[in-house]
Nanobody, 121 residues
Framework: QLVEAGGGLVQPGGSLRLSCAASGFNLDHYVIGWFRQAPGKEREGVLCMSTSDSSTYYAESVKGRFTISRDNAKNTVYLQMNSLKPEDTAVYYC????????????????WGQGTQVTVSS
């Protein structure tokens, strides 16, 4: 099970940190993905990280603004979002998959319930 937390309302230029806590399995040797879905749009990839080698894929739209980190002791992954823009508004999901090299939503087996992020003044 994956449980996200940390969403909310933030002004443009602000920051939020989302968390994704895993229970029932260890995140070692998984690919962890953060995805988002805005109203009327398809779910899109934001950032994916392999816990095996920490290799990371970033969507162009978030490069330099979003980063991922992991707390092994808490079996939790974090998405730090800085310099937020109104176009970042969406429901954010974390996902996990054991197969390596995956980045597309359809490739991920385990999903959290999502957390709303709204960027607005």
């Amino acid at each position: 099970q994956l449980v996200e937390a940390g969403g909310g309302l933030v002004q443009p230029g602000g920051s939020l940190r989302l968390s994704c806590a895993a229970s029932g399995f260890n995140l070692d040797h998984y690919v962890i993905g953060w995805f988002r879905q805005a109203p009327g749009k398809e779910r899109e990839g934001v950032l994916c990280m392999s816990t095996s080698d920490s290799s990371t894929y970033y969507a162009e739209s978030v490069k330099g603004r979003f980063t991922i980190s992991r707390d092994n002791a808490k079996n939790t992954v974090y998405l730090q979002m800085n310099s937020l823009k109104p176009e970042d508004t969406a429901v954010y999901y974390c996902a996990a998959e054991q197969r390596v090299g995956v980045t597309e939503p359809a490739d991920f087996s385990f999903w959290g319930q999502g957390t709303q992020v709204t960027v607005s003044s």
